[in-house]
């Protein structure tokens, strides 16, 4: 059985943010949960699916999936690297080839959609007004309620968030970003009364869509997404659902994807369809943990402080990049940092044009020679490790590294652009070159030939 990401995503949306009948929020951000803050754009993201648990252990199948056919590997530390076995690093090889310990299962995909609202609920540790009140509700009367209170603010860039529903007497207290999603408390004059993210207010009704028609638009402006998670370290790709199917590579484990949709393999067990760099491929259900990417609102205190801690990490690049840039070439043939910096106008343009200079070299799993061989998160690091700023070798913590930029028309040479389980660096033009696969190695493409997940500033 196929499934899309959008129908996959349908009660997910509305039952993320919702409201009880007594226009009380019931879904908080839970301190000691994982609702992520990450801000990829503007905006926060929360994640759906954390408080999943582990429900049997799938000895036979997990220890055939996860790694090799003999095991995954042990913890490898890497993760947004793929590839097939002829392009792995040493020491990433021995580790899959030694293991095989066994991974826990998380629930089958088919439990993304039954009962979220109910599982949410418990991860924030909120109940809504029906069930503080012992009364019951059938499970379309609940989703029919949380999709009438559910607001998407379709606004260019921001709508402002008041104390009081009025432009003149209405203090500024947060921002609305556009593609937001939020829940309905209230309507007065043109006004909309909203709890999103951290914040709550009013905004003009004029920017924001309220019901079917905001449910039907968060189909369209969230991402599935999925966190693999296994002890290992290392995940098969397939071409097909099943294990009888080519292996295409190799994903690492708290790597985030972009779920595409599900297939059932001959078997009836669960399989993703993800987006990856060598393309559509299948990963077991089983290893990943399904979850939404939206942005919400932002009050203006949060902003202040996101905004003061991301300077905070530029200047201290730019100021480990001033004392530290390497002045040695990686490799006879190649020119060093240092010798970029004198050549260009910004310490961004001299990443770019010292990173364009290993084109055509090979890319390896798990590897971080910017020579020899290294994977798309080790380029990015290796890169950057010679400008003196240290950064992980993991495309998904490349995500939170540096500082925000609104997208691919604000970026600049230097900045790293992360995809679904990738990451790059701009180099100007509408371009990037980054570690690909081990059929192309490293190389130089268009920024958008696939979909963009954040795009960051390091220096």
């Known amino acids: 059985m196929k499934k899309t990401a959008k129908q996959i995503m349908t009660a997910s949306v509305v039952a993320a943010i919702t409201i009880s009948n007594m226009n009380s929020v019931i879904v908080h951000a839970a301190p000691s949960r994982r609702v992520t803050s990450v801000l990829p754009q503007a905006g926060f993201t929360y994640a759906l699916g954390d408080n999943q648990v582990s429900l049997s252990t799938l000895q036979n199948s997990i220890d055939e999936e996860s790694g090799s056919d003999k095991g995954a590997s042990k913890k490898s530390g890497k993760s947004g690297s793929h590839g097939d076995s002829s392009t792995i690093s040493k020491s990433v090889a021995d580790k899959i080839e030694l293991s095989s310990a066994v991974t826990d ?7 993304i959609t039954s009962s979220l609202l109910r599982d949410i609920l418990n991860a924030t540790g909120s109940v809504s007004g029906d069930e503080a ?6 499970q379309d009367e609940t989703e029919a309620s949380n999709v009438d209170n559910l607001v998407v603010a379709k606004a260019e860039g921001y709508v402002n968030i008041r104390d009081n529903p009025s432009e003149t007497n209405g203090e500024k207290i947060g921002k609305l970003y556009d593609k937001s999603v939020g829940t309905l408390i209230e309507e007065k004059d043109g006004w909309y009364k909203i709890k999103s993210g951290d914040v709550t207010g009013w905004v003009k009704a004029q920017f924001c869509m309220i019901g079917q028609e905001a449910a039907d638009y968060a189909q369209e402006v969230a991402t599935q997404m999925g966190t693999v998670k296994t002890e290992e370290g290392v995940l098969k790709t397939r071409k097909g659902p099943g294990t009888d199917t080519d292996v295409m590579g190799y994903v690492s484990s708290a790597e985030e994807v972009i779920i595409l949709g599900e297939e059932d393999d001959s078997e009836g067990r669960k399989w993703y369809k993800i987006s990856m760099e060598e393309g559509d491929v299948f990963i077991c259900a089983d290893y990943v943990k399904p979850w939404l990417d939206y942005k919400v609102a932002e009050s203006n205190d949060a902003e202040k402080k996101r905004l003061a801690e991301e300077k905070a990490k530029t200047d201290a690049n730019k100021k480990a990049a ?3 840039t390497s002045d040695k070439a990686v490799k006879d043939g190649y020119k060093s940092a240092a010798s970029y910096t004198t ?6 343009s001299a990443v770019a044009e010292f990173a364009k200079q290993f084109v055509g070299n090979p890319y390896v799993y798990g590897g971080t020679s910017l020579t020899n061989g290294a994977d798309c998160s080790g380029f990015v690091m290796s890169v950057y490790q010679n400008f003196g700023v240290s950064l992980p070798h993991s495309s998904a913590a490349d995500r939170t590294q540096g500082a925000a930029v609104d997208g691919l028309a604000n970026a600049q040479p ?4 992360c995809y679904s389980g990738h990451v790059a660096i701009y180099i100007g033009g509408g371009q990037i070159v980054h570690a690909s696969t081990a059929k192309t190695g490293i190389k130089i493409s268009n920024a958008d030939y696939r979909k963009v997940l954040a795009v960051r500033r390091i220096l």
């Open 105 to 111: 299962a998380t629930p089958n995909a088919s439990n």
């Open 133 to 138: 009140e012992g009364e019951e509700q059938s």
């Open 322 to 324: 001033s004392k530290n």
């Open 414 to 417: 230097g900045d790293i652009v």
């Open 343 to 348: 050549e260009t106008s910004s310490i961004g």
